[in-house]
Antibody, heavy 120, light 109 residues
């Protein structure tokens, strides 16, 4: 059974760095082809893809946000971490992590999401 | 960057009716790289269709996907009360790898 769960602060101040952790089970990021991505959704708005890390430690980022994002993994802990620097109120959103399997190009399992509010 | 435009923005239909949702890409997308998701309020997106026309595990056969190139369609043959939600298309491309459409809200008429 595949599960993912996001964790991190519910509230961050402008200019601060956000660190989110995705803890997953039911698969391993050391398995060839496995990937974990981060996707966010501002309240009432559409989904926005942020970053992806694969089993081989290759990393991919949103063009518009890549200077602010860092994705990393800890395979032994079954965790993927996303950091986003210089947070702004427009970054207020629900942040999801999701799994993608090799050979496929969609997200088959999602976490429940964590709402991050950026406010002073 | 490939932009996905979904239409209509809102679709008002009654249970039992047929729903047709459109997703148009700014450049050609391989059919293998087009997916559809359903999202209900307060919930994470749920994968419905991948590879443009393959249903995900557990998805009822009233949901079907079609299309190629720049035009893709999600069809719900007979709407059930639980189908009223927001639907997103998603594509895999080069840089950035993934983009989503802006969503179509399917509401009860």
């Amino acid at each position: 059974q595949v599960t993912l769960r996001e964790s991190g602060p519910a509230l961050v101040k402008p200019t601060q760095t956000l660190t989110l952790t995705c803890t997953f089970s039911g698969f391993s990021l050391s398995t060839s082809g496995m990937c974990v991505s981060w996707v966010r959704q501002p309240p009432g708005k559409a989904l926005e893809w942020l970053a992806l890390i694969d089993w081989d430690d290759d990393k991919y980022y949103s063009t518009s946000l890549k200077t602010r994002l860092t994705i990393s993994k800890d395979t032994s802990k079954n965790q993927v971490v996303l950091t986003m620097t210089n947070m702004d109120p427009v970054d207020t959103a629900t942040y999801y992590c999701a799994r993608m399997r090799g050979g496929y190009y969609h997200f088959d399992y999602w976490g429940q999401g964590t709402l991050v509010t950026v406010s002073s | 960057e490939i932009v996905l435009t979904q239409s209509p923005g809102t679709l008002s239909l009654s249970p039992g009716e047929r729903a047709t949702l459109s997703c148009r890409a700014s450049q050609s997308v391989s059919s293998s790289y087009l997916a559809w998701y359903q999202q209900k309020p307060g919930q994470a997106p749920r994968l419905l269709i991948y590879g443009a026309s393959s249903r995900a595990t557990g998805i009822p056969d009233r949901f079907s996907g079609s299309g190629s190139g720049t035009d893709f369609t999600l069809t719900i043959s007979r709407l059930e009360p639980e189908d009223f939600a927001v639907y997103y298309c998603q594509q895999y491309g080069s840089s950035p790898p993934f983009t989503f459409g802006q969503g179509t809200k399917l509401e009860i008429k």
